[in-house]
T-cell receptor, first 114, second 113 residues
Framework: NAGVTQTPKFQVLKTGQSMTLQCAQD?????MSWYRQDPGMGLRLIHY???????DQGEVPNGYNVSRSTTEDFPLRLLSAAPSQTSVYFC?????????????FGQGTRLTVV | GENVEQHPSTLSVQEGDSAVIKCTYS??????FPWYKQELGKGPQLIID?????GEKKDQRIAVTLNKTAKHFSLHITETQPEDSAVYFC????????????FGKGTSLLVTP
């Protein structure tokens, strides 16, 4: 059971480039989310989805797009990368059991924008 | 939205001592309070959680206490071991954003032999 898989693990982008961070889960979880982690800032929510076809913004959504066409996949798109988006990105999923429960995190994608 | 404050930001203890990390939250409707451990180069992993209908929960050397009136909850690690060294995050879910979690800024725990 792979859990939550993020690709790539590392990426370097030039300012202005676009890219997609991939996230896939094989646990049939309804809820998925993206966080960014910066030193001293903890984990901040970028976007989340409560099911296929439904997405919403989190605390820091600017510069990022998401879509949820399937239950398994929740890609995060950087439209025009900026140095301020240098960060470690984590995808997480959790089952919708009518109450909050454990979130399972991927291993992270370390992104550097130069 | 939910505001989660976590203290201290760093904590150094000797092996065998206890460690306590405290968090406060602002949304009185929050009813689920997890703690995550993040080891270097890995994603956070749930170590214990508590719901608002209980005041304390234990799992071997770790325990979490919750005071809903004061809106704070704490992680207690007893008989610390070097492998407990990691970054610990508390979290609380703002009711308005589905299953999202607002995280504290983390506590870097170092257990020295």
């Amino acid at each position: 059971n792979a859990g939550v898989t993020q690709t790539p693990k590392f990426q370097v982008l030039k300012t202005g480039q676009s890219m997609t961070l991939q996230c896939a889960q094989d646990m049939n979880h309804e809820y998925m989310s993206w966080y960014r982690q910066d030193p001293g800032m903890g984990l901040r929510l970028i976007h989340y989805s409560v099911g296929a076809g439904i997405t919403d913004q989190g605390e820091v959504p600017n510069g990022y797009n998401v879509s949820r066409s399937t239950t398994e996949d929740f890609p995060l798109r950087l439209l025009s990368a900026a140095p301020s988006q240098t960060s470690v990105y984590f995808c997480a999923s959790s089952p919708d059991r009518g109450q909050r429960t454990e979130a399972f995190f991927g291993q992270g994608t370390r992104l550097t924008v130069v | 939205g939910e505001n989660v404050e976590q203290h201290p930001s760093t904590l150094s203890v000797q092996e065998g001592d206890s460690a306590v990390i405290k968090c406060t939250y602002s949304d009185s409707a929050s009813n689920y309070f997890p703690w995550y451990k993040q080891e270097l180069g890995k994603g956070p992993q749930l170590i214990i959680d508590i719901r608002s209908n209980v005041g304390e929960k234990k799992d071997q050397r770790i325990a979490v206490t919750l005071n809903k009136t004061a809106k704070h909850f704490s992680l207690h690690i007893t008989e610390t071991q070097p492998e407990d060294s990691a970054v610990y995050f508390c979290a609380a879910p703002p009711w308005s954003s589905g299953y999202a979690l607002n995280f504290g800024k983390g506590t870097s725990l170092l257990v020295t032999p």
